[in-house]
Each structure stands twice: as structure tokens, then as C-alpha cells.
């Protein structure tokens, strides 16, 4: 890995990005002060200015190679999507001009027909539109010139992810700056959200992985006996970087600094083969362009190292999946972090309101949220002693909770402070012990100034987790506003603390900073009344509760066709994804691995056969033995290989989109289970050349 064959990260940084930098450098004072007013504000682009954005952005992007441009989108694939026009314009001479207008780069017309929809288009109604998103700057890659974009169809109803995650920081906004004015904040005009996504991946080498038709067509291994070392060593995380990985590392972070993504961390994680990265935090909408671009630039960057990057949530089988930790704050245009305590934050009644709204909306909406990191690889992760449990809880530390403790008692405690700790050797610095210990079992965790969602999988868009978060906050800041309004500025306090009592007393249940890995939280949170949704089939129906489709609808984020919509496509991909895992499996068993089980027993029995001989009739007992449980294994594989293939064709008979999810998650999904126990127990007594594909020991611990 070269150190000084590359420019200065401070020139690289943003390099290929159409940046606020830029645009001031490029555009007329009045165009770039039309263009930040609309990001500010969200007013509306006239043509005249969106025309010289475009001959500066055209302009900017031919230097340095562009020839086309595409609209980028992020429809409900759980992908991006793009369509490539060339700048050429052809004149009669033969020549052609290099052309960019305001409507070209405000407008697209993808076909809609083709992506999901739930039931909003028609296959015969193909017309959709993309719309300029100045909010989210735009990018060259791979010689496009690429333009951040909301997708909606021909009627209005949004068909991606970017449209109502805008609406719903608007919605947030508008509700945060009505309630700062009335505790004093007039300066404020306008509230973002912020996002630090922590992104979580395997590596594994490519030959392998193109050698595992479960890794290659569902992203996870459907077969795979336990290597003799998992991660019980505990070696792995935090360790030091292989020269193969952190070669990727390094070309990786380049990739994305060009892009203007702040990557910060990177890092080994507990499971061998498994990394993490981290970026700085960004305006909510960034960040989640930023993240999917981030996982676009892992797999291109991987392959280019000879790797293959996986972002399932569960690769792997009896080691840690993989996730994608969605840290979150709110802050306001005069820069003040609302989830930021202060020196006092038992007086801080700012802080104080916000947190108490945030705890309430997590409380009264969990079942959605829980919702909104619901996908089939998910369900394989959560409630496993490595990730969250399905059960939402929020945990404060104690310090914040006794603070909350005596404003809901109506006493008054602003924390002890840090102290020093004593190292024990005079060499060592001063050491401060924060207030409060971490809680990594937590699903949502106040962690300093931010709350860390860490339920989202790794392959997720955290659109949808933030979308639901500001929604619900939003939600909850109205309720507090409507209730203080109209008292008079000598009350106000008095009577806002009141109101955040009583919301402090009806949502407490949501608080816990214990072991959420425990059977006994289980039990308590059962007790208390907390939902514990295990799988998607079990959580989607919450989505169009009559509850549900209120807080949206009443906020403007999404309408109840919308709504309904994203339930039908969000069961169906999690129906598909069973689908086709299960005749993955019936394929491997069948062509690949049935073969090789038959073909070692057959030397086994010939081993025997000749042992026999040449010991006079001798017994031999190993070979037997292995026989006995081989035969045993192939038998129950082959009914179980057959139950599979036949409750594989119900599911698909059935019409009915919530029926078929459970049948697939109760029966199938079962059937794939049992059968690839049998698979796992006799491929640990195979040996490794008899197999068509690599082992758990080859594949987790083959980088060098």
C-alpha cells in the first residue's frame, strides 16, 4: 500500500463532489444565494436559476470526465436505481454540443412499471418522475455525473425512500421550532436531524465465495458445519489489521473521501472476517445517500482486492451477524445539539423536553420502529446475544435517570460530574469517568448527546428507521406545544414541567439499563406490557394499524395508499427472499452435497470392505460408526429435502400476502432449519476435498 502516491486528503476530500464549496465558486452571488436558500428554507428553485446550476454543474463535471448524467434514486428495492443520458446534443453538421438544462436537471421520467409498488402502478402504467434533491449535493462516478433525486409516480404517491424521509424531517422541524420559540429560542428557524450510520461487513475471499451458491444467491450459508474456531477467542475485535484488509481499508476510504463521505473509523469486529466502518455525522439525508453509497463503494472496492464484501445480517451460522448502528441527534441552525445535557441538565429545561419527547415517542411507537428494521436477514440477528433484542427498551445510565426520577417527583438532582480515576501507575494521564457506563445489549441507548438505534441490519437503508423516529418525535413535540401554547410566559415553566411529568409517568416502562440479553428481561418486559415482535410476519400487521396510519397521514409523510403499499412490498420481499433461500438449499442439497455424502460413504464402505480382508473378517468399527450416522443423516436429508420442496409450492399458492409470510416463516423457514441441521451434522464428517464448496474454517479465516 502506497503512502505517498496519492494527493493530500484535504484536496481529495470532496473532490468529485458538486459541493456548497463549489457552487459559491462557480455559481453568480444571486444563483448560489437562490440555491442555499432553498435548502435552508426548502422553498421553491425557479427554472432560471436551476438552468445556471446546471450550466456550472455541466461544466464542472465534463472537467473532469464526465460524459453522462443520471437521475439517483432509491426506490423500494432497498437499492439505488439509475438511468444514464449523455450531455451530447447533435447539431445538423455533424457535431454535437455538450448540453445540461435547469429541466433536465430538475426532472426524470423513469419507468415506474418495474419497481415496487404495492398496488400504487399498474404493470400498463409505466409513467414515474424524479425530482432534484439541492439538498443533497451531487457526485461524478464512473463517468456520470449523479443527481440525488425523490421518485414518485405519474399520481403523486411516493414510490422511494428519500421522499418521505424529507417530509419527515420537515415534519420534525416545524414541531421543534414552535416549541423552542415558546421556551425562549426565537433565533431558531429551522431543526435537522443528524446521523452517524456505523456500518458493519464480512470479507471473505471471492474464489470462495463464488464456489457457495447460498452465499452467491441469498448473501447468507444455507449449509455450513461450525469451523473448530468461531470467535470465542475473542481475538478478533479491536485486532490487528491483516495487510490484505487493511490494504482495502485504505483504498476504501480514499473511494469515499473523493465522494464527500466523512469515513472516521474502521476497525476489526468480533467475528473473524467481520469489520466495521463509521462516519462523522451528517444532515439525515446525506447520511443516508452517504451509507448507501458506502455499501455500493465496499463490494466495487472488495472486488477490486480479490474480496467479496458481505452485508447480510447473518452470513454465518453460530457467529455474530451484522449490523448497522443508526446514531441520532437533533440540532438547530444556531448550532445547539437539543440532546446535548449541558453542565446542569437537572435545570436544563430545553434538554429536559426533548428527551422526555424523544423517550415518549419511542414508547408509544415502538411497534412501528420495530417495524421499520423488519427484513427476513434481520430476523436471523435480533434476539441473538449479539444484537438487540426484539423487544424496543431505552436505556438512559443512571445519572440521566435519576435526573428524570426527581423532575417527575418533582425534586431537583443535576448529577454528580465526572471523577477521576487512578490508574495505579504515575506515567498514565488522568483518566475522567463519565457519568455513566455503556449498555451494548440496549436497542436504543442515550449515549452523551445522541441516541444509538442499534437494531437496524446491515444491508438495511436506515431511511426508514429515521423516517419513523422523526415522525414519532414530531408527534410527541406537537402534544407537548398544544398543551402549553397558550399559558401565560409566568407559568410556563411550571406548567411545561407538569406536562413532562405526566408524559415521564406514562412512558417509564420503556426504560431499562439492564442485560437486555436476559430471559428475565424478557419476562419483565412482558410484565411490562412492551411488545416483543420476533419476525417480520409478526410485526408488519402493526404498520397499518389504525395507529399507524393516523401518525403519518396526520403529519404528512406518507398517505394510506402509501402506507398500504409498502406493507404489501415489504411482506412480498420477505416472502421472495424465503423463496428463493429455499430452492437455493434444495439445489445444494441435491446436486452438490447429496453427491458428496454419497460419494464419501462409498469409500467409506470400500475401506471397510478391504479392511475387512486384509484383517480376516476383523471388525471395523470406525468406518461402521461413521456409516451408521451418515446413513442415519442421508435418510432424514432426503425426506426432509422433500417435506421442503413440497411446502415450497403451497407457499406459493397462497394468495393472500400475510398468510403467505407466516406459512413461509412457520413452515418453511422451519423445514430449511431441520434440513440443513441433518446437512451440518454429516458435512462435520466429511472431509473437505469430498465437498463442492468451501467450509466454515476456509471461509472465515482464509485472509491473510
Not at 440555491?35 to 446546471?54: F, P, S
Not at 447539431?91 to 412499471?113: I, M, N, Q, T, Y
Not at 424478557?522 to 389504525?546: C, F, H, Q
Not at 466454515?696 to 491473510?704: E, P, Q
Amino acid at each position: 500500500m502506497a503512502a505517498m502516491d496519492i494527493k493530500p486528503i484535504q484536496e481529495m476530500y470532496g473532490s468529485m463532489v458538486f459541493s456548497d464549496r463549489v457552487m459559491k465558486d462557480r455559481l453568480p452571488k444571486d444563483i448560489y444565494q437562490a440555491v442555499r436558500k432553498t435548502i435552508q428554507n426548502g422553498t421553491h428553485l425557479e427554472l432560471d436559476v436551476a438552468n445556471a446550476v446546471a450550466a456550472a454543474m455541466k461544466e464542472w463535471a465534463t472537467e473532469r470526465g464526465a460524459t453522462h448524467f443520471t437521475h439517483w434514486f432509491q426506490p423500494m428495492t432497498g437499492l439505488t436505481a439509475e438511468k444514464h443520458d449523455s450531455f451530447i446534443a447533435p447539431e445538423g453538421d455533424g457535431s454535437v454540443l455538450l448540453e445540461f438544462s435547469g429541466k433536465e436537471l430538475v426532472k426524470g421520467e423513469p419507468d415506474a412499471s418495474s419497481f415496487p409498488s404495492g398496488g400504487l402502478r399498474a404493470t400498463f402504467e409505466a409513467r414515474g418522475y424524479t425530482a432534484w434533491d439541492p439538498s443533497s449535493p451531487a457526485f461524478i462516478k464512473d463517468g456520470s455525473l449523479y443527481i440525488p433525486t425523490a421518485f414518485i409516480s405519474y399520481g403523486g404517491e411516493a414510490l422511494d425512500k428519500k421522499t418521505p424521509l424529507l417530509r419527515s424531517m420537515e415534519a420534525l422541524s416545524l414541531q421543534a421550532v414552535k416549541v423552542l420559540r415558546l421556551l425562549g429560542d426565537g433565533d431558531v428557524t429551522r431543526v435537522t436531524t443528524t446521523i452517524g450510520s456505523e456500518q458493519e461487513y464480512f470479507l471473505i475471499d471471492k474464489e470462495m465465495y463464488l464456489r457457495r451458491k447460498d452465499l452467491l444467491f441469498c448473501g447468507r450459508t444455507l449449509l455450513g458445519a461450525p469451523a473448530p474456531k468461531g470467535q470465542e477467542m475473542e481475538d478478533h475485535y479491536f485486532g490487528v489489521l491483516k495487510p490484505k484488509v487493511a490494504a482495502f481499508m485504505h483504498d476504501l476510504d480514499e473511494e469515499l473521501w473523493k465522494l464527500g463521505i466523512p469515513a472516521k473509523t474502521k476497525h476489526n469486529e468480533v467475528a473473524p472476517a467481520q469489520h466495521e466502518l463509521a462516519p462523522v455525522f451528517e444532515t439525515a439525508n446525506i447520511a443516508v445517500d452517504h451509507n448507501q453509497l458506502m455499501m455500493e463503494m465496499m463490494k466495487k472496492v472488495a472486488d477490486r482486492h480479490g474480496f467479496a464484501c458481505l452485508l447480510h445480517e447473518k452470513p454465518f451460522e453460530g457467529i455474530n451477524g451484522s449490523g448497522k448502528h443508526n446514531n441520532w441527534s437533533i440540532q438547530t441552525d444556531t448550532g445547539i445539539n437539543l440532546l446535548n445535557p449541558g453542565k446542569h441538565p437537572g435545570g436544563n429545561l430545553r434538554f429536559l423536553t426533548f428527551m422526555t419527547a424523544v423517550i415518549s415517542a419511542v414508547d408509544e411507537y415502538a411497534d412501528i420502529l420495530r417495524v421499520s428494521v423488519a427484513t427476513a436477514g434481520n430476523d436471523h440477528r435480533l434476539g441473538g446475544n449479539e444484537a438487540p433484542p426484539a423487544i424496543i427498551s431505552i436505556f438512559l445510565g443512571d445519572e440521566l435517570t435519576a435526573i428524570l426520577d426527581a423532575l417527575e417527583n418533582g425534586g431537583s438532582f443535576d448529577g454528580a460530574g465526572k471523577t477521576q480515576m487512578g490508574t495505579g501507575a504515575a506515567v498514565l494521564p488522568h483518566i475522567m469517568r463519565d457519568t455513566t457506563d455503556r449498555n451494548r445489549t440496549s436497542p436504543f441507548a442515550f449515549t452523551g448527546n445522541k441516541f444509538e438505534f442499534r437494531m437496524p441490519g446491515s444491508s438495511l437503508s436506515v431511511a426508514n428507521a429515521n423516517i419513523v423516529l422523526n415522525t414519532a418525535v414530531a408527534d410527541v413535540l406537537e402534544s407537548i406545544y398544544e398543551e402549553i401554547k397558550d399559558v401565560p410566559a409566568e407559568e410556563l415553566e411550571d406548567r411545561l414541567k407538569d406536562v413532562l411529568r405526566k408524559k415521564l409517568a406514562a412512558h417509564r416502562r420503556i426504560l431499562f439499563n439492564g442485560n437486555g440479553y436476559t430471559d428475565e428481561w424478557v419476562r419483565e418486559a412482558e410484565a411490562r406490557g412492551l411488545d416483543n415482535l420476533k419476525s417480520v410476519p409478526e410485526a408488519m400487521p402493526r404498520w397499518i394499524s389504525d395507529k399507524s396510519i393516523s401518525l403519518f397521514t396526520r403529519h404528512n409523510i406518507l398517505t394510506r395508499e402509501e402506507m398500504l403499499s409498502r406493507y404489501e412490498i415489504l411482506l412480498e420481499n420477505y416472502c421472495k427472499t424465503i423463496h428463493i433461500e429455499s430452492l437455493t438449499l434444495q439445489e445444494m442439497v441435491r446436486k452438490d452435497f447429496s453427491d458428496a455424502l454419497v460419494n464419501y460413504m462409498d469409500t467409506l464402505a470400500e475401506e471397510a470392505l478391504a479392511k475387512k480382508k486384509l484383517l480376516s473378517d476383523a471388525p471395523c468399527l470406525m468406518e461402521t460408526k461413521v456409516l451408521s450416522v451418515l446413513d442415519r443423516d442421508a435418510a432424514a436429508i432426503a425426506d426432509l429435502v422433500g417435506k421442503l420442496a413440497e411446502d415450497t409450492k403451497q407457499a406459493e399458492k397462497i394468495e393472500d400476502i400475510q398468510e403467505a409470510a407466516e406459512f413461509y416463516h412457520g413452515t418453511v423457514l422451519r423445514d430449511m432449519e431441520q434440513l440443513r441441521a441433518c446437512a451440518d451434522d454429516a458435512e462435520a464428517l466429511i472431509p473437505d476435498g469430498y465437498l463442492p464448496y468451501p467450509t466454515y474454517g476456509k471461509v472465515l479465516f482464509s485472509l491473510r
